[in-house]
């Protein structure tokens, strides 16, 4: 399972009900074996490409907080 793919799935059981097919964009970096962006809103929450590594617990916390906060909006 690419590792996009993958963290949606992790992610997914954070945020019931807040993910819809447009509100959160992973973005497969071409030629980058297992690197993804994460796109909120058009906002960029992690890019292992700009030195943010892999996304952890601390990481994937903030990620989930930031999406259930734009869907209380």
Known sequence: MPKAQHF???L?????GCLSDDAVTLEPTPNTSGAFEVIVNDKLLHSK??????VDEAKLSQIANFIKAEAGK
Do not use: A, I, R
């Not at 997914?12 to 019931?16: E, I, K, Q, R």
């Open 8 to 10: 949606l799935k992790v």
């Open 12 to 16: 997914s059981p954070l945020v019931p």
């Open 49 to 54: 490409l700009q030195g943010q590594g892999y």
